[in-house]
């Protein structure tokens, strides 16, 4: 459906893209994560025609974006991180306005917008002016928008940034429902919101895509450094005791906590001690507060994006590559991409 082929970017000296490739296939919900500055706008805008390329190409079902940008475009609605919404009119004045702005059969405009209204569920707030309404309201007025004229890809750039959590939930919905019979790509830099909506994941840092999977498959990845999570009620001491005995364990660390002591333990690539620890554990009269050998999808982001993170706080730019084989030191816990998430939108109500 849409192939993009060694896309760059530039900004001045500044690289944004850099050599990007990825294919998005008919059908499904695609998510578009990174942290803030990765590129997804601007891979965003180059896709949807709105931006020019330095280098690379776009192919949407055949078309070439830089070539056939009128038969590419009508293919895809596209909710921009600003959505240019006029203010100074209410939804249905700017949905006919911009659908005739896209070249819609005069005769067909009516329908047309009365279709995206219904499936945005805005048609009760249909007359109001749009500066009268929430946040969340004119969000749904933006993705409106994007569904006119039917386009069967929906690109959405941080759709629910800036909204209260009830919108968030709302519009989440919205984009679930939009994906039963479209191709959608959505871009955030939460990946709950990511993990909730998408099928599939390109995780992009520093213009380039350093993974792209389903979210099964991105977490799977975590399994070349097996790593096991412990809270036992136990004095330190008397966990090391037990953890020392394992030449499986590569790396460990250790801190007392409120139930005990908490370990966080490193294992030999292919390994698995988790039900061993666990009768370990038992056998000497201990009780496991939690246990899993789990890797969190979020902690697989967090080092596939954590050179970024670096690059802002120390201006150290280096990409890690997940699937090579990285030194795992300790990781402080970075929660950065949780922001949007806590963000009060002053407008409490809905309308
Ligand atoms: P994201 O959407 O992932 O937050 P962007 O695509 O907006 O990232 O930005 C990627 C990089 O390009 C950033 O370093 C940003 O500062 C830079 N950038 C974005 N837009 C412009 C612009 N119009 N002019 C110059 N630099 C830009
Ligand atoms: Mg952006």
């Given at each position: 459906m849409i192939k993009v082929s060694n896309l760059t970017k530039k900004y001045g000296s500044n690289l944004?893209?850099?050599n990007i490739s990825f294919e998005i296939e008919k059908g499904k919900i695609y998510g578009f994560l990174g942290p803030n500055g990765a590129g997804k706008s601007t891979t965003m805008n180059i896709i949807t025609g709105c931006l020019a390329q330095t280098e690379g190409t776009v192919i949407i079902d055949g078309h070439d974006v830089f070539d056939e940008p009128t038969a590419a475009k009508k293919l895809i609605g596209y909710l921009p991180e600003l959505p240019p919404l006029y203010?100074?009119?209410s939804p249905k004045e700017y949905l006919t306005f911009v659908a005739e702005a896209k070249g819609i059969k005069a005769s067909e405009i009516g329908p047309e917008v009365e279709r995206v209204m219904e499936r945005t569920a805005i048609t009760g707030v249909a007359?109001?002016?749009?500066?009268?309404?929430?946040k969340g309201y004119r969000q749904r007025v933006g993705i409106a928008m994007s569904l006119l004229g039917d386009p069967e890809i929906i690109i959405l750039d941080?759709?629910?940034?800036?909204?209260?959590p009830r919108q968030i939930i709302e519009i989440r919905e919205l984009i679930k429902t939009l994906g039963e019979d479209h191709t959608v790509i959505l871009s955030s830099h939460i990946l709950s919101e990511i993990q909730e909506v998408c099928e599939q994941v390109i995780i992009i840092s520093h213009g380039r895509v350093v993974a792209n999977d389903t979210i099964e498959n991105i977490c799977l990845m975590g399994n070349q450094h097996p790593v096991l999570h412990i809270v036992a009620k136990c004095t330190p001491d008397a966990a090391v005791a037990i953890v020392d005995?394992?030449?499986?364990?590569t790396h460990y660390a250790i801190t007392e906590c409120s139930e005990g002591t908490e370990l966080e333990l490193t294992l030999m690539p292919?390994?698995?001690i988790t039900d061993r620890l666990f009768f370990e554990f038992a056998g000497a009269g201990i009780a496991i507060r939690y246990l899993s050998n789990r890797v969190s999808l979020e902690e697989i982001y967090l080092k596939l994006t954590e050179a970024a993170f670096e690059d802002e706080t120390q201006g150290v730019a280096e990409i890690t590559d997940?699937?090579?084989?990285n030194e795992t030191e300790e990781e402080e816990y970075k929660p950065m991409f949780r922001e949007a998430e806590e963000e009060e939108d002053e407008n409490d109500s809905d309308l």
């Open positions: 944004a893209v850099d203010t100074d009119m007359s109001r002016l749009i500066r009268n309404l929430s941080e759709p629910t940034v800036g909204l209260d005995e394992y030449e499986e364990v292919g390994t698995d997940i699937s090579s084989d």
